[in-house]
């Protein structure tokens, strides 16, 4: 993604909530951590499955098919068995819509 694109209300996305967006041909996850929207590639780095069917709980993520967890506000592996960290992306809020922009 080259340049921001324009996904989705903040109204729909609520504190501790994901919300699964398209942006041009990529699937991203949004997440409302409370203090900030965050934006992350929907796909895990370990076996490619879907993040946004995961369980979130504050800022941590984990994958429901093989348990790998992610700080989704860093991207950082918090544990196995994935060793890759999420893809994050760029937000930029403007009155009520959601920007996702370049990783």
Do not use: W
């Not at 921001?4 to 942006?23: E, R």
């Amino acid at each position: 993604m080259k340049k921001f694109v324009k996904v989705a209300k903040k109204a729909d996305v609520t504190p501790g909530k994901m919300k699964l967006v398209d942006a041009g041909n990529e699937q991203i996850v949004l997440a409302n951590v409370g203090i900030a929207i965050v934006a992350f590639n929907n796909v895990c780095p370990h076996a490619e499955c879907d993040l946004a069917f995961g369980a979130l709980e504050g800022e941590e993520l984990e994958c429901d098919c093989h348990g790998s967890r992610f700080n989704i506000s860093t991207g950082e592996v918090l544990s196995g068995p994935s060793l890759e960290p999420l893809t994050r992306y760029a937000i930029r809020l403007e009155r009520d819509d959601i920007l996702v922009g370049p990783a």
